[in-house]
């Protein structure tokens, strides 16, 4: 059996790489056609996925003007495997035409918790997200409601999209927190000095775009271009001509260790934390088979700490403008 990780105090146990389930609906050009999109995801399963990732927000339009709700392609995907999966969503974000609108009130909270477990077609979800912080509500009110929800069976744990120290302490205080969902890649290390909280307090780190949106894949070429508007990488920096020469140095690295063990480049974008932290969880996202059991098969790459330390010393001298992008 392979190896699992724990998502913090909650002692939910989840394969070592999850599944970002987003790109079948959202932010990566047209939504996957459904029975497409619930193949793989049942396919990711029958690999030896067992954590799958998800959010109210993903959401899509499908070529015959209808919405491609992500939640209900995972939730019906799962359905025949829901005991022996971790379902994680988010709540706090809705895209209006004039941009993101941000709440976490309680009786937001509340409303969204119940649209999703109806879009995930469970009375159970394992591990509830707020997504980005609201402003105008305290961590210590976001983490009461948590727990009543943990109370009444309808959440198993819950953590946090995005947060830094302060917050994080003032939630976990009210109700433990199991995980925090950080973006955090080769090309985005802002979080690593959160590294020695998230170890004192017991808390996973779901990596989100853990390839750098692809990029560390080395799949893509500065010619390629992206549909504007429903592929966000249309507008990543990381994309840009200038983006590709300044990873030219950590891309050639990846491909000589990669040579080296036998292993993609992307899969050393994904053992590099996994090798780093046991607590640390990467979940890439694919439409692709191939792809979602290349990534998946990370978890078998071993990096030792000093080449580990090899690459964070090559990326500390890198001035790469991709640096921090966000998605
Ligand atoms: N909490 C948040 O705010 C937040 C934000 C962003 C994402 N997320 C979550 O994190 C998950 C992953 O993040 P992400 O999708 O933004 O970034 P990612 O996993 O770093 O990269 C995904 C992209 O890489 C491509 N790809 C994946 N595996 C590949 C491989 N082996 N070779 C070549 N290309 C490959 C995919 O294309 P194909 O599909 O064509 O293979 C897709 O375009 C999402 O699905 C979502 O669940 C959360």
């Not at 998502?7 to 389930?21: E, N, R």
Request: charged share 25%; hydrophobic share 35%; net charge negative.
């Amino acid at each position: 059996m392979q190896e699992q990780r724990v998502l913090g105090q909650s002692g939910i146990k989840v394969s070592p790489v999850g599944l970002g389930c987003m790109g079948f609906s959202h932010a990566y050009g047209a939504p996957t056609e459904k029975g497409q999109a619930i193949r793989m995801i049942r396919k990711a399963f029958d690999m030896g996925y067992t954590f799958f990732d998800t959010a109210e927000c993903y959401t899509g339009i499908n070529p015959d003007g209808s919405i491609s709700y992500n939640e209900e392609l995972v939730g019906e995907a799962l359905k025949p495997v829901r005991d022996q999966v971790v379902i994680a969503t988010k709540m706090g974000i809705t895209f209006t035409p004039d941009g993101a609108v941000l709440d976490s009130s309680p009786e937001k909270i509340r409303t969204s918790v119940e649209s999703s477990l109806k879009r995930l077609g469970t009375d159970y979800i394992d591990l509830y997200y707020q997504h980005r912080i609201d402003p105008k509500v305290e961590p210590e009110v976001v983490a009461e409601t948590m727990g009543q929800l943990i109370k009444e069976g309808k959440i198993r744990a819950w953590g946090i999209s995005e947060t830094g120290e302060e917050y994080l302490r003032r939630a976990h205080a009210v109700t433990p927190v199991a995980a925090i969902q950080n973006r955090y890649s080769m090309l985005a290390r802002e979080y690593e000095p959160l590294f020695p909280v998230l170890e004192e307090l017991n808390i996973a780190l779901v990596a989100f775009s853990p390839m750098g949106n692809g990029f560390l894949t080395g799949a893509y070429k500065a010619t390629d271009t992206f549909v504007g508007g429903v592929d966000y990488r249309s507008h990543m920096p990381q994309y840009t001509p200038e983006g590709f020469a300044a990873a030219e140095k950590l891309m050639d690295l990846l491909a000589d260790l990669g040579r080296e063990k036998n292993a993609s480049s992307g899969q050393l974008s994904l053992a590099w934390m996994l090798c780093k932290k046991p607590w640390i969880i990467p979940i890439p996202g694919s439409r692709k088979e191939a792809r979602i059991l290349e990534n998946l098969n990370s978890q078998h790459v071993i990096l030792t700490p000093e080449e580990i330390n090899r690459i964070d010393s090559l990326l500390d001298t890198l001035k790469m403008p991709v640096y921090g992008q966000r998605g």
